[in-house]
């Protein structure tokens, strides 16, 4: 039975500040680690890519649950829909009010650049001349740090909780009363007001659960279950956003893109994507790449990949190696082989 889908990607940046870190002085500062040997490299936070992720599902038609959250002061409440919202579905929430939370069954990591940063700066200047006054006025002046690199980042899908919602601290308050018996009936009623809700929903299915465990199961149907997959899918082929956008705009679609359907859970790709720059061409290192597909074959199912034509210098080295472990594709179509893939989950055939 398939229990995760793990996908890794590498997407280019040609000059941009994707994510900042802080401001010092007049200079915003990108997001880095430091690496053993006090070099460091630029990173863009996982919360961010996540961002990027929800306005893309969005742009693709989903209503998002932010819109109908509570904000009472710091506090936002989530409005606890995930059969409505597929951002509570994919990414969870937690509800600051109670004991409602759902942890992200979409797990992210941050993408991080291959190259070092190399200290570029982007001068920017405001004069007060276009504002009417004199150029002796002079003008504010503030600096960017920008880098060109390649980064690599992962998702790993959880497919035994994607779409599937336990009443007891997912969907129902917890009650406060002190006595078990009292907690337990006033549990039971507000299951009951929920599984009431739900009833009229064509996508939802509901079945109770069995001693020891409380509440019921409430679960989307196969059908909607591969669509918010398949959307997500979409959502990474159009990847962009983070900060500057409006004078750093950034393309963050895979340039490469790994596809594994596993029986286990693990981000198999995650520390297996490796590159070097040579006669101004990217070059991808097979090697750590086939070592965790050798290392996890026991556990693949389904593995496909995707290369963008023109962005590696090793490209038909690249698919020679690759063949042997599932379709080598242009990215485009490897996304689409994926969610063909996807289609398939949940209907006996492969999950």
């Known amino acids: 039975m398939s229990k995760a889908l793990v996908i890794g990607y590498l997407a280019k940046v040609s ?31 996982g919360q961010a890519i996540r961002r990027m ?24 409440t989530p409005p606890v829909r995930p ?79 994607v779409g599937k919602w336990r009443s007891r601290y997912e969907l129902i308050q917890p009650s406060s009363k002190e006595k078990e018996s009292d907690r337990e009936k006033e549990e039971k009623n507000r299951d009951e007001q929920k599984k009431h809700e739900l009833q009229g929903n064509a996508l939802v299915r509901i079945q109770d659960l069995s001693p020891p465990l409380r509440g019921f199961l409430a679960e989307l149907i196969p059908q909607e279950k591969q669509r918010r997959l398949q959307t997500l899918l979409e959502a990474l082929n159009l990847l962009w956003g983070g900060g500057r956008t409006a004078r750093m705009l950034a393309d963050l679609s895979p340039k490469f893109f790994a596809y594994a359907r596993l029986r286990v859970k693990h981000p198999v790709f995650l520390e297996a994507m490796v590159a070097h720059y040579e006669d101004g061409r990217y070059l991808l290192d097979q090697v750590p790449l086939k070592n965790a597909l050798e290392r996890f074959a026991p556990y693949r199912e389904r593995v ?35 969610q063909e893939d996807v289609s398939q989950l949940w209907n006996g055939s492969s999950s």
Do not use: C
Not at 17 to 42: F, M, R
Not at 57 to 66: A, Q, V
Not at 127 to 153: D, H, I, P, V
Not at 311 to 333: C, D, K, M, T, W
């Open 304 to 338: 496909i990949f995707g290369v963008e034509p023109g962005i590696f210098g090793n490209e038909e080295e690249i698919r020679q190696a690759l063949q042997p472990y599932g379709e080598v594709l242009s990215v485009h179509h490897a996304l689409k082989k994926a």
């Open 53 to 76: 992720l929800r306005d893309r599902l969005e742009e693709l038609g989903y209503p998002l649950s932010e819109p109908f959250a509570q904000v009472s002061g710091q506090e936002v």
């Open 15 to 45: 000059a941009a500040n994707v994510n900042a870190s802080h401001t010092e002085g007049n200079v915003v500062v990108t997001k880095k680690v430091t690496l053993p040997d006090g070099s460091t490299i630029p990173y863009i936070s």
């Open 83 to 161: 059969w409505e919202f597929i951002d509570e579905d994919l990414f969870g929430y937690l509800d600051p009010s109670g004991g409602r939370r759902r942890t992200s069954p979409v797990r992210v990591s941050a993408a991080v650049g291959l190259f070092p940063f190399q200290g570029d700066r982007d001068l920017g200047t405001r004069s007060f001349e276009r504002f009417g006054q004199a150029m002796a006025a002079g003008g504010n002046m503030f600096e960017t740090e920008l880098y060109a690199n390649l980064f690599k980042g992962t998702i790993l899908v959880e497919l035994d909780r």
